[in-house]
């Protein structure tokens, strides 16, 4: 299975998480013609971290960006470092089967699950539209599930080596699309924040009148100190 990750952890917005990019770099993986695996978990990667941090107050970390090799140790010990609240590790299946299928340890609590069932549910309500076959809600003793210190979640999107799902894998909007179900469903899980477009635009339009007034009271603030420190010589020339 190849393997990506992104975290979510407290910052500054509501919550973050470590999402991360399964294999990549050096590390093997499934390979179906012209489609890679390690690549396919970075692109679905990608767009998962850009649909929350689009529409959620939410601070992210992935475990990569690039196609480098990461290991599942480091990849475990930067998610508990970060204080995460939710790990999510994407893949894409192999291995003669078809379909999407969702993955936590077998002694998760029932947090754990809750989140589960939000993520799975809402990226199927997406997948059920093009007849993706809903795998189920499963159980496995994964590393990045036992490991983690925070609610764990690996994703098995689709078969790169069915010709259906392989097909689909190639359409980057459908990819896109997908990515977005997911984020709704950890949006949901977490309760986070929504970003307000109109609000940020205020916000936005705000800090730059702040910054404009900035300036404006510096130059004022320079244009004083210029002014004293001419009189401070003529006073001096007088004495």
Same mark, same amino acid.
Do not use: W
């Given at each position: #299975?190849?393997?990506?990750? !992104? ?28 489609? *890679? ?5 970075l692109q679905i990667t990608l767009e998962l971290?850009?649909? *929350? ?49 969702? %993955? ?14 939000? !993520? ?8 059920? !539209? ?6 189920? #809600?499963?159980?496995?003793? %994964? ?6 210190? #925070?609610?764990?979640? *690996?994703?098995?999107? +689709? %078969? ?29 899980? +977490?309760? +986070?924040?929504?970003?307000?477009? %109109? ?7 705000? !800090?730059?009148? *702040? ?27 007088? +004495?």
């Open positions: #299975m190849d393997r990506c990750s !992104i975290y979510c952890r407290q910052g500054g917005f509501h919550n973050a998480g470590i999402y991360r990019s399964g294999h990549g770099g050096e590390e093997p993986d499934a390979v179906s013609g012209d489609l *890679l695996e390690k690549h396919l978990n971290n850009t649909a *929350l941090r689009c529409n959620y107050l939410v601070d992210t970390v992935l475990t990569r960006t690039v196609d480098t090799t990461v290991s599942l140790y480091d990849r475990v010990r930067r998610a508990n470092a970060a204080c995460a609240d939710l790990f999510v590790s994407v893949h894409v299946n192999a291995g003669g089967g078809t379909g999407f299928e969702s %993955f936590i340890h077998p002694q998760a609590p029932e947090k754990t699950r809750g989140i589960r069932r939000a !993520i799975h549910t809402e990226a199927m309500s997406f997948l059920r !539209i093009h007849s993706v076959t809903d795998r189920g #809600m499963k159980t496995a003793g %994964f590393y990045v599930l036992r490991a983690t210190s #925070m609610p764990a979640v *690996l994703l098995e999107t +689709l %078969f790169i080596d069915h010709p259906v799902d392989a097909q689909r894998l190639r359409d980057r909007v459908f990819i896109a699309r997908y990515a977005h179900a997911v984020a709704r469903g950890v949006g949901k899980a +977490l309760q +986070l924040p929504a970003r307000d477009p %109109f609000r940020d635009a205020e916000k936005d339009a705000l !800090i730059l009148v *702040l910054e404009t007034e900035v300036q404006r009271l510096q130059g004022e603030v320079d244009r004083l100190r210029g002014a004293l420190r001419r009189i401070h010589n003529t006073a001096l020339e007088v +004495l």
